[in-house]
Structure formats: structure tokens, C-alpha cells
């Protein structure tokens, strides 16, 4: 995204209960200098994030990002975020947002390296234009991740289910599906089992069943679709969450993926495979994602 604007937040302890945390945050301009040179987010990586989605200054599902930014916290050993503090600082960034979609992304670093008090701050700014994906849709192909279905219960280590800054490997993956002729990725367990995108939750539909790949498979787990489910579940549908193989892809007649800001992208082929792409049900869906503010 292109940050138009920038809040620092001097982040309060988990337990400071007051009611107005204004005072925590200070302007700061995004094209300025910010970060010492020994801070852990630049240096290593060593931090979390997330990325909200804003829609004429709405921000979208906020508890279920500040839930997904304490569960990151935990997964890395960081402190505890104060929820309310970074709900009110999600708030005053998106005054800030330009008029239709835009985003917010927070950032929550371990801080300068040696000392003690983490670093944060968040950012507004306009999103893309992401019509031909939503309409046409995307071409994605599958990547082995090299690791398999329970690495996340065998190797807490590796973070799988963390938004940790080290997206190293996501672009990578991206770059890669590019080289390929794709547009996107979906990794797979080294085991065969169907994982997620590099910065998406991947939906299936499936002999008429609507199925996402469980978080305990060492996901992140998806807040936009979370959204997908519920709006599912008010048009009478039963979306579940399991574990998909690689060789019931080809069972698969429909397929999205699910992003804060992107929304619902319909995904057109999976390697060499065509799949139709559900115009009117995915207008529907992104209209209804648009729409959230829960």
C-alpha cells in the first residue's frame, strides 16, 4: 500500500486499564526516518503485524486483528499487546484513510536490540485496485513449503500461525509463482496436505462443500475468512474446516482467496487446471466483505 500517514505508539503494558490511550501515539510522517538502525524489525525480521482493511474510514473485524496481533505476540515471546490501545490507535489511523478502500497496517517490532521496550507503530494509506482479480480472477500454483501437516505441534520454533514480520519466504513464493506464469501460490505440506497462500487463507468448494484448511495445520488463521463462514452460514451453508489433500484439488469446482484488503480474488486455475469461476457468488461475497465492520 502507499502509506499516506503514520501514528508511533509508545505501547502500554497489557494491564493499563485506562480509558484513553491518545496520549501513546504520536503523528509522524511515513516518508521520514523512523527506526534506529539496531531495531529487530529491520535487523531480523523480529516482530509481528497486520493489515486491516478500511473501507471509507471503517475499519474491518478489528477484534479479530488485535486477537490474531496477541496471538502472534504469544507464538514469539513478546509482550503482551494492551487490545484497547491498539483499537483506539486502529481508530484514529483510519480517519486518516482516504475515501473508499484503504488499509491500516500495525506493527509491533521486539525493538532495538539490547534494550527492553518494543517498538510500534502503524500506518493508513489507499489500496489497490483489485477489479480484474476479484472479476476475472487469478491463476495460482502449488509450491511444497517443505514442511509437513504437524510441523506447527513439533516445531513451535518455526512460528507457522504467526504474522511474524520475516516475509522473506512469502514473496519468495510469490516470485516464484510469477516465474511460473501464475499470479499467486498455494503451499503445500511437504506431507500432502493443501496449506494456504503466501498472504491468503485459501476457500474451497468441494462436492458441493464449502472447506478451508484448519489453523492447527500451522496457518494463519484468516479473519476475512472468518467473514466468508458467517456470510456462508446466513445462506444456509455448512463451511467446515479440515484437511484437504493435494489429490482432492481435482475434486474442486470453485475456489477463492481470502484476504483483508484483496477481499475474495476466484481462482481460475490451479497449475494446469482450469477451474469456472462463480462470478455471481463472489460479487455477492465481496459486496458482503465490503459491507463488514464486525
Known amino acids: 500500500m502507499s502509506m499516506r500517514h503514520a501514528l508511533l505508539i509508545r505501547p502500554a503494558a497489557s494491564d493499563d486499564d485506562r480509558a484513553d490511550f491518545s496520549g501513546t501515539f504520536v503523528a509522524h510522517d511515513p516518508g521520514a526516518p523512523a527506526l534506529l538502525l539496531g531495531d529487530l524489525a529491520a535487523q531480523r525480521g523480529d516482530g509481528i503485524f497486520e493489515t486491516v482493511g478500511v473501507v471509507d474510514g471503517v475499519p474491518h473485524q478489528v477484534d479479530a486483528h488485535v486477537a490474531r496481533l496477541a496471538h502472534s505476540a504469544a507464538l514469539c515471546d513478546l509482550p503482551a499487546p494492551n487490545l484497547d490501545q491498539w483499537r483506539q490507535a486502529i481508530a484514529a489511523a483510519a480517519t486518516l484513510c482516504p475515501a473508499g478502500e484503504a488499509s491500516v497496517k500495525l506493527v509491533l517490532s521486539r525493538g532495538v536490540d539490547g534494550a527492553s521496550t518494543p517498538t510500534a507503530w502503524i500506518a493508513a494509506g489507499g489500496a489497490p485496485d ?44 510469490l516470485r516464484e509463482a510469477q516465474r511460473r506464469g501464475a499470479d499467486d501460490a498455494l503451499f503445500i505440506s511437504s506431507d500432502g496436505f493443501l496449506l494456504e497462500a503466501p498472504t491468503a487463507t485459501v476457500l474451497l468448494r468441494i462436492d458441493g462443500r464449502y472447506v478451508t484448511p484448519p489453523p492447527e495445520a500451522g496457518i494463519l488463521h484468516g479473519t476475512t475468512q472468518l467473514s466468508a463462514f458467517a456470510w456462508l452460514e446466513a445462506r444456509g451453508e455448512n463451511p467446515e474446516y479440515r484437511d484437504v489433500s493435494v489429490a482432492e484439488l481435482e475434486r474442486a469446482d470453485a475456489a477463492w482467496l481470502l484476504s483483508s484488503v484483496r477481499l475474495a480474488a476466484p481462482v481460475r486455475a490451479i497449475d494446469e487446471r482450469e477451474l469456472p469461476v462463480d462470478a455471481e457468488l463472489t460479487a455477492s461475497l465481496n459486496d458482503a466483505l465490503r459491507a463488514r465492520t464486525a
Open 130 to 173: 483489485f477489479t480484474v482479480a476479484r472479476t476475472r480472477g487469478i491463476h495460482v500454483v502449488t509450491l511444497d513449503r517443505g514442511t509437513p501437516r504437524g510441523a506447527a505441534e513439533r516445531s513451535p520454533w518455526l512460528l507457522l500461525g504467526a504474522k511474524t514480520l520475516s516475509y522473506a519466504v512469502n514473496m519468495a513464493a
